[in-house]
């Protein structure tokens, strides 16, 4: 059994330790990485908590829910490098644990951990508390009462408001969180990156301000005589811009496209990356999935199967009762299995706009949370063809639906994704607000021939989107469009 002694060791370690991580982490050949968007977030919050400059509530609690190698631990050591540097935190005063090391090492929960470092290096205790400390708990999922353990460390420093919380972990941590924990907690959910992030990070490039709200606006709101000309202002800049890069934007973009979706991967051989990628794939299905889905040890076999059945087929309506026969796999644990991928954000769906309210689950599409998934299982699986324009336009289409998922789920922007199962009708119909907005997508030219049909159909259709290989944004009629490349700067 672990020892007081024991684990007062391992907290002077991580104490002494983090720094180094840091350093080594975000300090690759002396230079600091970029921060990422959701970084900015964070440091916000941060700044809030420290100078309590906020009237009212300030938060303290933040989650940062997300799949592996998306960057959450680099964001939190970012964040712990600026309470250090920039605002003048102690070091002893942030206490950065990783669940699983705590878990493995000690053979106890991370309660324990913040219970004696409370006690044994600031000799107090949660309620006499009387300076600020930052606890940072990387891979939370790992601890079954990380939820309980955090609400009372929360509650227990109210009032005096001195303790801030950064919690990380698989996607589907929200869910084990109590209705209690949700009132309090801030969540803030770390995506793959999007093409911004990716030029931002390789190249240290970065668009004209608004850039992003400018796109979005226009997708959103539709064409105004103001929102067009801010638009098409800022794309100017940004063609301008894209020709003093060292290389091609339209080769960078293709990159994107292909293998480019993780942070870790910017500078890594493709080759090299589809297999790391299909490593944390396989960390996922053995352990982030087990948390929402607890399946047999000889069900892997079934799950990666489906994983390769939906990253082979063109894009369009999955069957499960078709999945289950090709697969040979029951229908239940089909169902279950896809529900629980959900879950872990490996994979979203997206419903025919007449089963808005309703039940056909046969009728569902299945995307990956990243192009770079897709290309990598199929890669993985002898069916990668860099010549083969259609699978592009299979990646395209995910880029694109993916781009949506993501600001449905930080800006709520839009209210909801479907697609037109009326044949040769649009992409993808989005919902915000009582509009109805059809989207086209392509990697070709596009002529509005399916956001045209879907609209006959739907009296709440104002606009229309397409987003295709274009170079620049053009309005014809109410139909508005969009270059890609300038579409995943959104």
């Not at 989650?63 to 631990?73: E, F, H, I």
């Not at 067009?228 to 003093?244: C, D, P, Y």
């Not at 997206?350 to 056909?360: C, F, L, R, S």
Request: aromatic fraction near 10%.
């Amino acid at each position: 059994m672990v020892s007081e002694d024991d684990i007062t060791r391992f907290i002077y370690s991580n104490l002494r330790e983090t720094p180094i991580l840091v350093k080594n982490m975000i300090y690759p050949g002396g230079q600091p990485l970029p921060t990422r968007n959701a970084y900015k977030k964070i440091e916000m919050y941060v700044n809030d908590f420290v100078t309590h400059r906020k009237k009212g509530t300030i938060e303290r609690w933040l989650v940062l829910p997300g799949l592996r190698g998306t960057g959450k631990t680099t964001i939190v050591f970012q964040i712990y490098d600026y309470l250090t540097k920039d605002i003048g935190i102690p070091k002893d005063n942030i206490l950065y644990l990783t669940a699983s090391e705590v878990k493995n090492y000690l053979g106890i929960g991370i309660r324990d951990v913040i219970n004696q470092f409370i006690r044994d290096v600031h000799r107090t205790t949660l309620v006499e508390l009387d300076k600020k400390l930052f606890i940072i708990i990387d891979e939370a999922h790992f601890d079954p009462d990380w939820d309980e353990t955090i609400k009372v460390l929360y509650d227990k420093t109210a009032g005096k408001e001195n303790v801030f919380i950064i919690i990380t972990g698989s996607s589907s941590i929200a869910l084990e969180m109590g209705a209690d924990s949700v009132r309090r907690k801030i969540k803030t959910d770390v995506f793959p990156m999007n093409f911004q992030e990716y030029l931002k990070l390789k190249l240290d490039f970065y668009p004209p301000g608004g850039t992003s709200n400018a796109i979005r606006t226009l997708i959103f709101d539709g064409p105004t005589t103001d929102n067009v000309k801010l638009i098409q202002t800022i794309e100017n800049t940004l063609m301008k811009q894209f020709l003093n890069l060292p290389v091609l934007v339209d080769h960078e973009l293709k990159d994107y496209i292909y293998c480019r979706g993780f942070p870790f991967g910017i500078n890594l051989d493709a080759s090299v990356l589809y297999k790391k990628v299909a490593e944390l794939i396989d960390k996922i299905i053995c352990d982030d999935l087990t948390i929402v889905y607890n399946y047999e040890a000889d069900s892997k076999s079934d799950i990666t199967k489906m994983l390769m059945f939906l990253a082979l087929k063109p894009s369009g309506e999955v069957s499960q009762t078709k999945l289950s026969n090709n697969l040979g796999i029951p229908s239940a644990r089909v169902n279950q299995t896809l529900m629980a991928l959900e879950k872990t954000h490996l994979i979203f769906s997206i419903k025919p706009y007449e089963g808005a309210k309703g039940t056909v689950r046969d009728a569902w599409k299945y995307y990956f949370l990243s192009p770079t998934i897709k290309a990598s299982l199929l890669h993985n699986y002898g069916r990668f063809d860099r010549l083969d324009k259609v699978m592009y336009g299979e990646l395209v289409e995910n880029a694109v639906i993916s781009s949506f998922f993501r600001m449905m789920k930080t800006i709520n922007k839009p209210t909801g994704i479907f697609y037109d199962s009326e044949k040769g009708g649009a992409d993808f119909i989005l919902t915000y607000g009582d509009k109805l907005i059809p989207v086209e997508v392509g990697s070709g030219k596009k002529e509005g021939k399916q956001v045209l049909k879907t609209a006959r159909r739907h009296k709440q259709v104002e606009h229309k989107i397409i987003i295709s290989n274009d170079e620049k944004i053009k309005i014809v009629d109410d139909i508005v469009f969009l270059p890609l490349k300038t579409f995943l700067f959104s």
